[in-house]
C-alpha cells in the first residue's frame, strides 16, 4: 500500500492510498470548515449546508444523485464536525470516477432551491427534536457548552432551533463562497483506485476554483462550567470533561494511554470499580477527543437518583489515585488497546481514506502507521502518571441531567480531585 499527496495550483490537496488487493473503494472531499468556525448568527448553517448538497444540483435531482451511487450498489453520505465537513462514498473499484463526478457536483453545484430548504429546515428541526428526547444525545451538547461557554467551540453542530428556522438561500451563498475554496479542501480515496486516473479527474473538476484564503479560528478556551436539568427520567445522567491536550501536544499520547486504562473497557479501572464492584451502572466509559488547539477526556455513565452522588464520589477518586498508583500492567494493557483499536480500525479502504484526510489536515503529510504505533508504544508509566497528575489540576466541566438533586457541583468535583 502506497500513499501519494498531489497539491493541485489553487492549494486542492489530494491524498490517495492505494490498496492493490481491494476491489472497492471510498473517496471524499474533506472541507476544513465546520461548527467553530460559524459566526454567532451562523451557529447551524455548516451542517444545514451538508443536508443541503444532497438536495439537487443543475445536473442532478436529489434522487438522481441517490440513483446514480446506489445504482452500482455504492453508498453516499456526509457528516460535519466542529473543525470539518465531508462529503464521501464507498464503491466498487470500477465506480471511482462515478462516484468523485457526483461528489463533486453536490459540493461544487448545489441548487439550493426555496422549496428544498424548506423540507430540508423541517428536517433538521426533526433531528434537533429527536436529540433533545434523547438524554445520553443532548447531555453531550449541554456538556460541551459548559466546557467553551460563549465560544464558537461551544456551540452545538445542530444550532438552536430559531437559527435553523431563519436560514435562507443567501446564507448559505454566503457561507459557501468564504469557505468552500479550493485551498480548504482535501479529496482523499483509499483501496482500489488508479491514483493517475483520479488527479487527472480532480484537476478537470477543481482545477478551475479560486483560493479563499486560510482560515483562522477563534481559539477555544477550556473553562470550569455546569450544566444541570432536573427532570423526571428513570436514570440520573453524568458526564464530567477534563481539560485534556490538543492534537499538538506532545502530550496527547499520554492523555490517550491514561483515559483507555481508566474507562477504555470491560478491564478499565472505572468499570471495574463502579460497575463490577459497586453495581452503581450498567456502563461507564471514558473518551478522549482532540482538536487543534484544546482536547477532553468526557467520562459518562447512568445510574440512578439515589447513586448519583456515590457514583460521582467513586469516580473522582478513581480519577485522583491514578496518578500515584497507575501500574505497569494496566499502561501495558492500554497501549495494546489503542494499538489494536487503530491497526483493526485501519483494515477498510473508508477508515484509511479517513485517517488520511484527517492527518493531512492536521500535519500536511500523512504519517505512516508505524509512526503512530511507535507513539503509543513509547508511552510509560511516568508519562501516564504525570499526565494524570497535570489534568487534574485543570478545569472540569459537569453536565448532568434527569433526578441529578444529589449529584455533586463542579466546584466539589474539581475540589475533590485537587485535594
Known sequence: MTVQIHTLANGFRIVIETMPAFKSASIGIWVGVGGRHEALAENGVAHFLEHMAFKGTPRRSALQIAEEIEDVGGYINAYTSREMTAYYARCLSVDVPRALDVIADIVLNPVFSPEDIETERHVILQEIGQSNDTPDDIIFDWLHEASYPGQAFGRTILGPEERVAAFGRDDFLAFVARHYGPDRMILSAAGGVNAAEIIAQAEALFGGLKPVGQLTAEKAQFTAGERREEKDLE?????????????????????????????????????????????????????????????????????????????AELTVAELKRSAADMSEAEVARARAQLTAGLVMGLESASSRA?????????????????????????????DVREQAALILTRPAA?????????????????????A
Open 235 to 311: 436514570q440520573a445522567h453524568f458526564a464530567l470533561n477534563l481539560e485534556a491536550p490538543s492534537y499538538r501536544d506532545p502530550g496527547i499520547w499520554a492523555s490517550q494511554v491514561w483515559t483507555t486504562a481508566m474507562g477504555g473497557g470491560m478491564s478499565s479501572r472505572l468499570f471495574q470499580k463502579i460497575r463490577e464492584e459497586r453495581g452503581l451502572c450498567y456502563s461507564i466509559h471514558a473518551q478522549p477527543a482532540a482538536y487543534e488547539d484544546t482536547g477532553h477526556v468526557t467520562i459518562y455513565a447512568g445510574t440512578s437518583s439515589a447513586e448519583i452522588g456515590e457514583l
Open 354 to 382: 479517513e485517517r488520511n484526510a484527517r492527518l493531512l489536515a492536521i500535519w500536511g503529510r500523512v504519517p505512516d502507521l508505524d509512526e503512530a504505533v511507535g507513539k503509543i508504544e513509547a508511552v510509560t508509566l511516568v
Open 398 to 418: 459537569l453536565a448532568v441531567y434527569g433526578p441529578v438533586s444529589r449529584a455533586p457541583s463542579v466546584a466539589a468535583i474539581m475540589a475533590g480531585m485537587k
